[in-house]
């Protein structure tokens, strides 16, 4: 059956020909709102080690996480042809761009490994790191995927990002003009933000010159000050039942523009990172297959509420 979205599955194989597997790499990055450049503590959500691999830790080589992850994936996933190094936790343009190319560069000269994927913040790329990575995206694969997490500038202060939504405009409009294919992370159930506030970020998503978009459900984690602020003002946070929000996705995903891949629509999390499991221990792939019969069942599709 044809999708009623444009998944993200596939994407490779029909751009560059085969399947490309991520393979995650802690090299060591830090963030802005943590090192004190702009601000403590980090996102009031944070906690890294909550989502990537055993297999990624900084006290190991680029080299070393990479021949591990290559290995843990052909043993998972049989059918991945080659691999892109994915830079994920913290911010991975937050260095001098010397060493960012060293970095990179390690990453790139692994055995099997056709490209990079880069994780970072809005406000930790330069023109001259775009000038690069534009260079280097004419022989290898090169995506940045940006951290923007909110088009609402209140939200975005309350979770102590330390940056605003036109940062995230900015450098996206700054990615496209060099050629460098694009996505964006957001959260879906930031505190202080209604359904409506949500459904109406659709049209700023649409904006960007996006190739590709992540989202999130709220999830919150152990030991963070989210948690606390939870704890303190439940009534704060739209809270979704399972079906509620896979119901509230289809909303969003007719108001997406069309040829915007969709890469993620909900989080998976170990249970022992989290507060609570509302959702019980549901993996994606079914995820998936509700988001799927939900389109059918209201005969709907991507972009469906933007059609005259």
């Known amino acids: ?18 399947r490309l597997q991520k393979v995650v790499v802690d090299a060591g990055f830090t963030c802005p709102n943590r090192d004190g450049s ?5 996102c009031t959500y944070c906690n890294n080690e909550a989502f990537h691999p055993s297999y990624s830790t ?5 080299a070393r996480q990479i021949e591990e992850g290559i290995e843990f994936h052909r043993n998972r996933y049989r059918n991945a042809a080659s691999y892109l190094a994915y830079f994920q936790p ?16 390690e990453a ?22 775009l000038d690069y990575l534009a260079e280097l995206s004419e022989k290898h694969v090169v995506i940045v995927e940006y951290g923007m997490e909110s088009c609402y500038d209140r939200t975005l202060k309350r979770i102590n990002r330390c940056h605003l939504f036109r940062d995230s405009m900015d450098i996206a409009e700054k990615t496209a003009s060099r050629g460098i294919k694009q996505g964006a992370h957001f959260i879906l159930g930031l505190p202080g933000e209604t359904k409506e506030d949500m459904l109406a970020s659709a049209a700023m998503i649409n904006g960007l010159p996006l190739t590709s978009v992540k989202f999130h459900q709220l999830q919150i984690v152990k030991g963070t000050r989210m948690e ?7 009534g704060d946070f ?7 929000y896979v119901d509230f996705f289809v909303d969003m995903l007719e108001r997406l523009r069309p040829d915007l891949y969709i890469e993620r629509f909900a989080g998976e999390m170990p249970p022992r990172f989290v507060s609570s499991t509302p959702w019980g221990k549901i993996r994606n792939v079914e995820l998936l297959r509700m988001l799927d019969r939900r389109l059918e069942e209201r005969n709907t599709f991507q972009g469906a509420a933007l059609l005259p």
Not at 90 to 105: D, H, I
Not at 108 to 129: F, H, S
């Open 228 to 234: 606390a602020e939870f704890k303190e003002k439940p």
């Open 58 to 62: 900084p006290d190991k080589s680029i």
């Open 90 to 105: 913290y911010s991975n343009t937050y260095a001098p761009l010397e060493k960012l190319k060293e970095l990179y560069g």
């Open 108 to 129: 790139l000269a692994c055995e099997g490994v056709r490209g990079i994927v880069i994780g970072t913040r809005p406000d930790c790329m330069d023109e001259r790191t």
């Open 238 to 244: 739209v809270q979704f039942a399972l079906d509620e």
């Open 1 to 18: 059956m044809e999708k009623r979205y444009n998944s993200f599955v596939g994407y490779f194989k029909s751009v560059y020909g085969e």
């Open 38 to 42: 702009k601000g403590y503590g980090g």
